[in-house]
């Protein structure tokens, strides 16, 4: 399903932060939202992370410190954003930034969930 700006909110500023660990983007319907960097990049919409269907999704630990080192626009639809550990193949649309933003807490919750389940953390690298 195609998103347009007559449906969905448009971004009205995206900015990295200094210390490279918090994505802000505003949209014109007045939402703004500080996302962490290790946030996007362990729900990043990827294959790599995503695969091609629920079962292939992977849960990443160690990234508790990973930063954002580009933001580059793709279109006028989304950014493709480049980690600092050489992750740079997710294409996150305003759509998604929107509702990551929306849902920060109980994504990075179940993200934490995950972890403990697969005995991984955010500090040590590991893949399941």
Same mark, same amino acid.
């Given at each position: ?26 949209? *014109? ?6 996302? %962490?960097?290790? @946030? +996007?990049?362990? !729900?990043?919409?990827? #294959? ?36 600092? *550990? ?6 996150? %649309?305003?759509? @998604? +930034?929107?509702? !990551?933003?929306?849902? #920060? ?24």
């Amino acid at each position: 399903m195609s998103l347009t700006h007559a449906n969905s909110p448009w971004p009205v500023e995206i900015r990295v932060a200094k210390d490279r660990r918090t994505l802000h983007v505003g949209f *014109d319907d007045g939402a703004s939202f500080d996302l %962490s960097a290790e @946030l +996007l990049r362990v !729900t990043s919409p990827s #294959a790599e992370v995503q695969g091609h269907s629920e079962s292939e999704r992977k849960t990443i630990g160690g990234k508790r410190n990973v930063g954002i080192l580009s933001v580059d626009p793709i279109g006028n639809y989304a950014v493709r954003l480049g980690f600092d *550990d050489m992750h740079s193949t997710g294409i996150f %649309s305003w759509a @998604l +930034l929107h509702e !990551t933003g929306r849902n #920060a807490g109980p994504r990075f919750q179940s993200y934490l969930d995950d972890l403990a389940a697969k005995g991984l953390d955010r500090d040590k690298p590991g893949v399941r």
